[in-house]
C-alpha cells in the first residue's frame, strides 16, 4: 500500500514501512520493529487489529503485533503516523508476557546503501554533544555510528534528514557485512553485554522520529541518469554442495548435466566423517568433479592424521576452518599448512570464514601460505520477505570490492545457501524451488562477479537444485546458462534494480545472452 504525507511518498507492507521517499530519492529503505532472541534469531511477528487511514497529506497506521516462539511471548502495540508536515513518527511499546533471553528488542531503521554512500552525517549523543561522521563507502567491519540520539545527514539531491531516536540509546553498523544490502540504526549497543533476561511484564517504549528539511525547494521530479558503460569480468567457476542424502543414480545423470568444476563436501571430525567422505569420494568419481573439501577442525593433530588416511586423488581444494572461531587461528595454520604442503603439494589450500562475509571484514590478516579465501553467503542473515531477498542481491558486489582492497588472494563464496546456516534447525525454505530463488541465484552471478569460485545451493534435497520431483528451476537456469558456455559476465547498471534487473552473459564466440528479471509483481505484491 502507498502511503503519502505533503511531499514524501512510501509503502507499508506487513507493519513495516518501505523506501521512503521525496519525488525518487530514497531516503529510508524501511522502519520496522523487532525481537532478537538469544541466538539472533528474528523473531516472526503476527499483526492484528490493524487500521490504517490516509488522509490529505498525513496518513495514520495502529496495530497490535505478537511475538511467540519457543519460550518468547511478547505483545506490542504500535501507531505510526505522518503528517502534512512530512513528520513521520514510528512508536513501539511492548510488554513481555513470558520469561526469557533476548539480544535487541526495538525499532530499527534500514538507510539504502546507494543514496547514503559518502553521505556526510551528524550525530548527536545523549550528551548533547556532537560529532560530524560520514557513511562508509568500502564495508566498514565494525561500529559506523556509535551512542545516537539524534542523526541528521544530507541527501545526494541536497536535503536534510533528522532522525531522533528516544526510549533507548542507537547505533548503526553496516549490513553488507551479512549481505544486507542497508546501514542499520537499532538499539541497544553490542558494547552493552547480552543476552539479557526479560521478565513477565517488562516494558520496552521508543520512538523514531524522521524530519525532512529544505523539501520545499527540492520538489522537482529528476530524471536518474544511467550509466551505460560495461564492464567484463570473468565467468565464475561454478560448484553444488553435497547434501545429507546421497545420491541416486537419476540424480548424478541429471547432475552431470551441468558442467560443474567443484563437488563441496564438508566434513566435522566430531561425527561419522569417515562414511560422509566415503560416500562424497565415489558420487565425485560418478559426477566426474574436483571435491572442494571444507574441513571443520577442533582437535586437529589427531584430526590431520586420521584426514590425511582419507584423502584422494580427486581433492582440488581444501579450505581449513576451525570450530567456534571467525577464522582459524595462526597456530592451527602453521600445524596444518606444512603438513598438507609436503603430503599433499598438488592440493590447492584456502582458509576463510564458515559463515558470514564480517568473519573475513574484521580479520584481515590472511596467511602468505594460502592459495584462496572463503566465506559463506545468504540473503537472509537478518529478514526472510521476498523484497528483502531481491534488495539483498547488490550488497554482493560491495563484498567483493571490499575484499580487493586489503587483498588480492582468489575468493571462493562459498557455499552460497538460501536460508541462513545460522539455525541449523531452519535451513530450509519452501521457496527453494521456485522461480524466486532461480532469479535470484541468476542474478547472483552477476553481483559476485570478480570471485574465482562459488559453491551455488546443495545438489538434491529441500535445500538443493533438484528436488524430490526432478530439475528444479534453479536447475534449469543453471543449464541454460551453461549450455551457454559463458567465458565473461558483462556488468552495466540498471535505473532501478529494484524492479527490473539482468545478467548478461559472453561466450567465446562473442554471442551474448541476456537474461531479464522483473521484479515488479514482487512490489507490487
Request: glycine share 6%; proline share 5%.
Amino acid at each position: 500500500m502507498i502511503l503519502t504525507t505533503t511531499h514524501l511518498s512510501l509503502r507499508y507492507i506487513d507493519g513495516h514501512l518501505r523506501y521512503i521517499k521525496q519525488g525518487e530519492e530514497e531516503l529510508i529503505r524501511m522502519i520496522y520493529p523487532a525481537i532478537r532472541d538469544r541466538r539472533w534469531y528474528t523473531v516472526p511477528m503476527t499483526i492484528y487489529e490493524e487500521e490504517i487511514q490516509q488522509n490529505t497529506n498525513s496518513f495514520l497506521i495502529s496495530y497490535k503485533a505478537s511475538y511467540n516462539h519457543e519460550d518468547i511471548g511478547y505483545e506490542a502495540d504500535i501507531t505510526i503516523r505522518g503528517d502534512e508536515q512530512d513528520t513521520i513518527t514510528f512508536h513501539f511499546k511492548g510488554r513481555a508476557t513470558t520469561e526469557f533471553l533476548r539480544n535487541r528488542i526495538g525499532i530499527c531503521v534500514l538507510h539504502p546503501i546507494k543514496e547514503c554512500l559518502g553521505a556526510p552525517a551528524v550525530i548527536e549523543q545523549p550528551s548533547g554533544e556532537k560529532v560530524s561522521s560520514h557513511f562508509s563507502g568500502l564495508i566498514e567491519p565494525g561500529i559506523v555510528f556509535g551512542d545516537i540520539r539524534k542523526l541528521s545527514w544530507q541527501s545526494a539531491n541536497g536535503l536534510e534528514a533528522i532522525i531522533d531516536f528516544e526510549g533507548d540509546t542507537f547505533e548503526t553498523e553496516d549490513q553488507r557485512n551479512w549481505s544486507d544490502n542497508s546501514f542499520k540504526t537499532y538499539s541497544t549497543p553490542v558494547s552493552i553485554p547480552f543476552p539479557v533476561l526479560v521478565r513477565v511484564g517488562d516494558i520496552v517504549e521508543q520512538k523514531v522520529i524522521l524530519k525532512i528539511l529544505d523539501k520545499e525547494k527540492k520538489t522537482i521530479q529528476t530524471t536518474k541518469v544511467v550509466d551505460l558503460t560495461e564492464s567484463r569480468y570473468p565467468f565464475p567457476k561454478l560448484g553444488y554442495a553435497r547434501s545429507q542424502v546421497p545420491l541416486s543414480s537419476e540424480d548424478i545423470q541429471s547432475l552431470k548435466q551441468i558442467k560443474f568444476d567443484h563437488y563441496r563436501v564438508e566434513i566435522d571430525f566430531r561425527a561419522g566423517w569417515e562414511n560422509t567422505t566415503d560416500h562424497a569420494f565415489k558420487e565425485a568419481e560418478a559426477l566426474n568433479t574436483p571435491i572442494e573439501l571444507v574441513a571443520l577442525f577442533d582437535d586437529y593433530s589427531s584430526e590431520y592424521q586420521a584426514l590425511k588416511a582419507n584423502l584422494n586423488s580427486n581433492i582440488a581444494s581444501i579450505t581449513l576452518l576451525q570450530i567456534g572461531v571467525d577464522i582459524p587461528d595462526q597456530v592451527l595454520l602453521d600445524y596444518l599448512i606444512p603438513r598438507l604442503r609436503r603430503d599433499f603439494p598438488s592440493i590447492k589450500i584456502g582458509t576463510g570464514a564458515y559463515g558470514h562475509f564480517v568473519g573475513m571484514n574484521r580479520h584481515r590478516l590472511f596467511d602468505a601460505r594460502i592459495d584462496y579465501i572463503s566465506y559463506g553467503l545468504t540473503p537472509q542473515a537478518h529478514l526472510s520477505d521476498d523484497l528483502t531477498i531481491i534488495e539483498n542481491l547488490e550488497a554482493q558486489a560491495y563484498q567483493i570490492e571490499t575484499l580487493r582492497s586489503f587483498t588480492d588472494l582468489p575468493i571462493h563464496i562459498s557455499p552460497v545457501t538460501f536460508r541462513s546456516r545460522d539455525y541449523p534447525d531452519k535451513t530450509v525454505d519452501t521457496r527453494q524451488h521456485t522461480a524466486l530463488a532461480a532469479n535470484w541465484a541468476m542474478l547472483s552471478l552477476k553481483y559476485m562477479c570478480g570471485a574465482d569460485r562459488i559453491t551455488l545451493f546443495e545438489s538434491t534435497g529441500p535445500k538443493g537444485i533438484i528436488n524430490k520431483d526432478g530439475p528444479s528451476p534453479v536447475y534449469e537456469m543453471l543449464k541454460k546458462i551453461t549450455d551457454f558456455q559463458p567465458v565473461n559476465v558483462i556488468k552495466n547498471s540498471q535505473k532501478d534494480p529494484l524492479m527490473m534487473d539482468s545478467l548478461i552473459l559472453e561466450n567465446r564466440a562473442g554471442e551474448r545472452m541476456v537474461c531479464e528479471v522483473n521484479w515488479g509483481e514482487y512490489l507490487a505484491g
